[in-house]
């Protein structure tokens, strides 16, 4: 499963907000032990004050979900981690959370992500693979 997650691309974030309504989210993500990271990127949004940041902030129980898809249908696979996610602002968390995202994305290098980041610890992982 380890493997699935490092050679995918991108995963998919599920959070909870205030009135137990789900939130889903692709996410760019790094891998690194037991936690996964992710960041806010200066891709266009409206606003700085995003979903999932104030879902996490409410209920930090998350679940990122990877997958794989293609025509023949005995390649497909997906893996599923869930665990705690908390903000992290700045300090030393943050700056190693930023290179790892930027060895993983070379556009991260390029535009640099100005944060947060989200840390998730990973206390469960599941999934499923037709071969």
Same mark, same amino acid.
Not at 9 to 34: K, M, N, Q, Y
């Given at each position: 499963?380890?493997?699935?997650?490092e050679?995918?691309?991108? /995963?998919?974030?599920?959070?909870?907000?205030?009135? %137990? /309504?789900? =939130?889903?989210?692709?996410?760019?993500?790094?891998?690194? %032990?037991?936690?996964?990271?992710? /960041?806010?990127?200066?891709?266009?949004?409206?606003?700085?004050?995003?979903?999932?940041?104030?879902?996490?902030?409410? =209920?930090?129980?998350?679940?990122?979900?990877?997958? =794989?898809?293609?025509?023949?249908w005995?390649?497909?696979?997906?893996?599923?981690?869930?665990?705690?996610?908390?903000?992290?602002?700045a300090?030393?968390?943050?700056? =190693?959370?930023?290179e790892?995202?930027?060895?993983?994305?070379?556009?991260?290098?390029?535009?640099?992500?100005? %944060?947060?980041?989200? /840390?998730?610890?990973?206390r469960?992982?599941? %999934?499923?693979?037709?071969?």
């Open positions: 499963m380890r493997r699935r997650i050679s995918a691309r991108v /995963a998919h974030l599920a959070t909870v907000s205030e009135t %137990g /309504a789900p =939130h889903v989210v692709a996410i760019c993500f790094a891998l690194e %032990g037991d936690t996964l990271y992710f /960041a806010v990127d200066s891709k266009p949004k409206r606003t700085r004050e995003l979903k999932r940041l104030r879902n996490i902030a409410v =209920h930090p129980e998350v679940s990122v979900l990877v997958d =794989h898809y293609e025509e023949d005995q390649h497909l696979w997906w893996v599923r981690l869930d665990g705690e996610a908390r903000v992290v602002e300090g030393p968390e943050f700056q =190693h959370a930023l790892l995202l930027m060895d993983r994305y070379p556009q991260y290098v390029r535009a640099r992500p100005a %944060g947060p980041v989200v /840390a998730m610890r990973v469960r992982t599941s %999934g499923w693979s037709a071969s």
